[in-house]
């Protein structure tokens, strides 16, 4: 072992012992979120929470940064110095809590956080914890990147929970694009049985548009997804529908491929208006459109060694996987290098995020365990970053070689 990787894994083995005092404090935390979920832009109880357990431990963390109410940002450290932002998440998702583990994400980061922050700010380095609202439905990432809250970061990590107990691709890890597409038709009302010849029916041109969705499914790249929901269909059978909505989600591992795919998406609203007699209203990023994830591989693999030490078996990563959900923390990854591992919480491979079930993983004691593992390697990757300047260069070099930074252009 070199002197530097002797050093650096007894500062990890403070930094563990540091997350470890915290343990019930993130684990009530954990806990807390579960009982009171919040969807994305409400998550005001929260980020109260979070700050409170801040506060708790001396940090002034300000609410309401980014001109968004229930963002948060706490710093520690010189202003100068190499600064990491270490990224928490809150929200929950409609009708069924916590089922994206988003409560483990906030408790990562705030152990993180605590543990890593006297120890950067004593190397020099600058550490900050930045809470983002609404990743499920609102791209709170790319907001606060709009809002400038990104330009003075140097690299950026955070850690998402899955099913099972290993840390699924965690080199390499990938996820789709998304875009949004919300249409509404606009036809004329009639009487359903005595004048329907008067009526042009935009549930037939949602509907339309939905199969027609599904017919171009078929010749889209297996890496891509196309997706929707009829968010509209009318009053009453008895009325032809004068109004019909559907919002359909466009994924792509690619961001041009993310543009061809949305136009094509568009091309089907306007063909199924024009079946239709009826007028698309076609609402593109409604949202903002979230980038595919570019996982920084140098500041990963410190993760994945503190991770490794804390006794996890990581699996070697699969094939690039096909598809796949998709995360705002995609467009701060092209803004600056950084990580996005996934953490196994223990529970069977079946109960996948967005299922109710998977939110009740969150609160047993194996997700607990998971949840202060992860908090000891995302701190270490933090202080290791603040450390050694060879870490920094090379997560920079594979950052440049990617093309540098990039944003999301109209
Ligand atoms: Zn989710
Ligand atoms: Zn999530």
């Not at 990562?108 to 120890?119: D, Q, T």
């Not at 598809?323 to 529970?347: A, C, E």
Request: with cysteine; aromatic share 4%.
């Amino acid at each position: 072992m070199s002197v530097d990787a002797a050093s650096s894994s007894a500062v990890d083995t403070d930094l563990a012992a540091a997350v470890e005092r915290l343990r019930p404090e993130l684990a009530r935390l954990a806990r807390e979120l579960y009982d009171h979920p919040e969807i994305g832009f409400e998550e005001h109880a929260s980020v109260a929470r979070i700050a409170a357990l801040l506060a708790a431990h001396g940090v002034d963390a300000e609410v309401g940064a980014f001109g968004l109410d229930t963002a948060l940002r706490a710093t520690a450290g010189a202003a100068s110095g190499p600064h990491f932002a270490i990224i928490a998440e809150y929200d929950a998702l409609p009708g069924i809590g916590h089922a994206c583990g988003h409560n483990i994400i906030a408790a990562v980061a705030v152990g993180a956080f605590l543990a890593a922050a006297p120890a950067v700010a004593e190397i020099g380095g600058r550490l900050s914890l930045i809470g983002t609202p609404a990743e499920e439905n609102g791209g709170g990432k790319e907001l606060i990147i709009r809002a400038g809250g990104f330009d003075d970061v140097d690299a950026a990590g955070m850690v998402h929970p899955s099913s099972g107990s290993g840390t699924s691709s965690v080199l390499g890890q990938r996820t789709t694009g998304v875009r949004r597409v919300a249409v509404t038709f606009h036809g004329r009302a009639a009487h359903a049985a005595g004048a329907p010849w008067l009526g042009r029916n935009a549930l037939d041109a949602v509907v339309t548009a939905y199969q027609s969705v599904a017919q171009l499914r078929q010749h889209i790249l297996p890496s891509d997804r196309l997706h929707g929901i009829i968010t509209d269909g009318g009053a009453a059978p008895n009325i032809v529908p004068e109004r019909a909505s559907a919002l359909f989600y466009v994924r792509s591992a690619e961001v041009g491929q993310l543009r061809d795919l949305t136009d094509r998406v568009v091309a089907v609203l306007e063909g199924a208006a024009l079946a239709t007699g009826t007028r698309a209203e076609i609402d593109v990023d409604p949202v903002p459109p979230y980038l595919p994830l570019q996982t920084n591989t140098a500041l990963t693999s410190r993760w994945t060694q503190a991770f490794a030490a804390r006794g996890h078996e990581i699996p070697a990563p699969a094939t690039p996987p096909q598809g796949g959900p998709s995360t705002d923390m995609g467009n701060v990854s092209r803004m600056v290098p950084s990580i996005h591992p996934s953490l196994g919480l223990g529970g069977p491979d079946d109960v996948f995020p967005h299922n109710a079930a998977f939110a009740d993983l969150t609160v047993l004691p194996a997700a607990v365990d998971a949840l202060v593992d992860a908090a000891a390697a995302l701190a270490a990757t933090a202080v290791s970053y603040a450390a050694d300047p060879e870490l920094r260069a090379a997560a920079a070099a594979e950052f440049a070689a990617s093309g540098g930074p990039s944003r999301w252009e109209e």
